[in-house]
Each structure stands twice: as structure tokens, then as C-alpha cells.
């Protein structure tokens, strides 16, 4: 992975929210602040220019000068605590960014003679807060606009992006989504359930909640559930997942990510089979007693009738 820092903006006034701490809004259990941090879990260093609160992971704290300056400043503020050579840009609410959307900003950054990339909307729209930039460049041009306008403070983000020469990244539907009104998180808290996207969410929102790196085949363990509710009884469905994890961490003691979920395909595997051995008995005992009911009764020294 290309190596690089990130900045995320986590100030503003959310005035359309009503003053909400936005980044705090919750969008499927997670704050929205932490879901773009999961998003970015590989940079090196990670500031977060805003006022101090709990994270998932460990930032770096700043303000921006002065507090409430707006984009501009908060760049500045956060670039000075930055190192890597490109430097990926962020605003704190947005809730589908996904690590796929910063490898392609990252690829498309690295194109030569560029001064980095950003995101483009479903509608065309430049999203300069979903972008990578060279971190020279960005240090230039704010170092001019603050030049030429006496400060940053108020100033709009096009003074910074007009200048540079950006390539640009499709988002897609969702990957630059951004929350600034009520109606913006129903919506993201509306689509995170819909039966496409909801256990995919739900996985990803536990696995960040328990501090789990891993990438299992839920199709294995769904059908794992789905055996063992069939062939035993509903409540094994459950029962039977939770043994399997329990069983996959302590066969994959100390080892990485690959080996864990190769340790839980493993389990997941004898434990189906195991249900299906369960279902086929099961299956046999019904033919049986079957067999049995439909057999004629056995003679006993006379035959039935007989006075």
C-alpha cells in the first residue's frame, strides 16, 4: 500500500444539524466520525482537526486557528502534523467511505506530474474533502492563498483545489456521501438496512467494535446456521457459530489474519458436516418409523379374524 497521512476535518458549527456534534451522530451504531476512520486505517499518521473526543483508534489532536475558520484553516492546521509525502483529505461525516475509494484516490494521486486526486459525485460535482493531494503541493498552495488574502480563516476550498492540478476519482453512489442534514442521516441509517447491504454493515460494525481484523466467507457460516437449524434445532444455529469462532481463536493462537479465517473455514466445515450427519439420521429414523407404521401386523399362531 502507498504509504500516507491523513487529515480529517471534524470542526464546523453543523448548523443544518441544529449545532449536533455531527461527528458524533451514530449511523448504524457507529459514530460517524469512526466510520471514516475505519476507513483509513492504513495511514501512518492520522490527524483529526476538531474538538477532542472518543475514537475507535488513536489520532492526533488540533485546532484550527482561529476555531471555526473553516476548511482552509483546518488544512493548514493539520498538514503541519503530517510527514508522508501524500496526504489524504476527509471531512468527519462521511458514512460509505470504504478503504476501496482511498486505494483508487492513492493509484490515481500517484500519476505522474499530478498534485493529486479527488472524488467526483454521481453528479459530477468535485468532493475536494474525499481527496489525496501531494503533501508539497498542498503546503504551497495554502501558504500563497494565505498570502495573497491576508488569512485563511472563512475562505472557500475551490482557492486551494483551482490551482492544483487534480485527477479525477468516480465515487460511485455512496462513497461520497456526506451527512450535512437530518434528512442525509435517515437516509444513510435507512440504507445500511436494506437486504443488500445490511449484513455486510452489521459485519463490518462488530468486527470494528471487537478490534477484529478478518475476513471470513459469510456465506460458509450462513450456511453453517442454516444446517444446523434445519438438521438439530433452531437454537443450534447460534450456538454452534459462537463454538466455531471459539474453536477458529484458539487454533489460530498468535497467528494473522489469513490464518484465522482459514482456521475458521476449517471449523465452520466440521462442524456442517457434522449437522448434516445429525439431518440424515434424522432423515433415517423418519423412514423407519414410517416402515413400521405402514407394515401389516405380524401373525401371532392364528391370523387377525380368526374366532
Excluded at 113 to 133: E, F, K, M, S, W
Excluded at 148 to 153: D, M, Q, Y
Aim: charged share 25%; glycine share 10%; proline share 6%.
Amino acid at each position: 500500500m502507498t504509504a500516507y497521512d491523513v487529515i480529517v476535518l471534524a470542526g464546523g458549527a453543523a448548523k443544518r444539524l441544529g449545532g449536533a456534534d455531527k461527528p458524533a451522530v451514530r449511523v448504524g451504531g457507529r459514530a460517524l466520525l469512526d466510520r471514516v476512520l475505519a476507513a483509513c486505517s492504513g495511514a501512518g499518521v492520522t490527524v483529526v482537526v476538531g474538538g477532542r473526543r472518543p475514537t475507535s483508534r488513536p489520532v492526533t489532536w488540533t485546532r484550527e486557528v482561529p476555531e471555526g475558520g473553516g476548511p482552509l484553516a483546518a488544512l493548514d492546521a493539520g498538514v503541519r502534523l503530517t510527514a508522508a509525502e501524500r496526504v489524504l483529505v476527509l471531512s468527519a461525516d462521511l458514512p460509505f467511505l470504504g478503504p476501496a475509494t482511498v486505494e483508487a484516490l492513492l493509484a490515481a494521486a500517484g500519476e505522474d506530474g499530478r498534485d493529486g486526486a479527488l472524488c467526483t459525485d454521481p453528479d459530477g460535482r468535485d468532493q475536494p474533502l474525499v481527496a489525496v493531494y501531494r503533501a508539497e503541493a498542498l503546503r504551497r498552495e495554502l501558504a500563497l492563498v494565505a498570502t495573497e488574502h491576508g488569512s485563511l480563516a472563512g475562505l472557500p476550498l475551490r482557492l486551494l483545489t483551482g490551482e492544483l492540478d487534480l485527477a479525477r476519482v468516480d465515487a460511485g453512489p455512496h462513497a461520497a456521501f456526506d451527512c450535512d442534514t437530518w434528512d442525509d442521516i435517515a437516509a444513510a441509517r435507512a440504507r445500511i438496512r436494506e437486504h443488500g447491504a445490511v449484513l455486510d454493515e452489521w459485519m463490518t460494525s462488530v468486527k470494528n467494535e471487537l478490534g477484529i481484523e478478518l475476513d471470513v466467507d459469510t456465506d460458509v457460516l450462513l450456511d453453517l446456521a442454516r444446517d444446523a437449524a434445519h438438521g438439530v434445532a433452531r437454537p443450534a444455529a447460534p450456538l454452534t457459530t459462537f463454538l466455531v469462532g471459539y474453536a477458529a481463536a484458539r487454533a489460530s493462537a498468535g497467528a494473522g489474519p489469513e490464518e484465522a479465517a482459514a482456521a475458521v473455514a476449517e471449523a465452520a466445515r466440521k462442524a456442517t458436516a457434522l449437522a448434516l450427519r445429525w439431518e440424515a439420521e434424522a432423515a433415517e429414523a423418519a423412514e423407519a418409523g414410517g416402515a413400521e407404521k405402514a407394515a401389516p401386523p405380524e401373525a401371532s399362531g392364528e391370523q387377525a379374524g380368526t374366532p
